[in-house]
């Protein structure tokens, strides 16, 4: 398991309450590759929505 550098998390946790405005504690009780998986959907959905392939 790896794990986020201090920086790095508080972005993830910005990007994913930032689309889903979830809790800051929600978001910090997701496991790190489940956290991982939410952002690629997020970006993935993003991208779609942009019109970018």
């Given at each position: 398991m790896t794990l986020s550098s201090p920086n790095r998390l508080w972005e993830e946790?910005?990007?994913?309450?930032?689309?889903?405005h979830w809790s800051f504690d929600s978001i910090l009780d997701l496991e790190n590759g489940m956290r991982k998986t939410f952002i690629d959907n997020?970006?993935?959905?993003n991208r779609r929505m942009s019109g970018d392939t």
């Open positions: 946790i910005s990007y994913i309450a930032y689309h889903f997020i970006a993935s959905i």
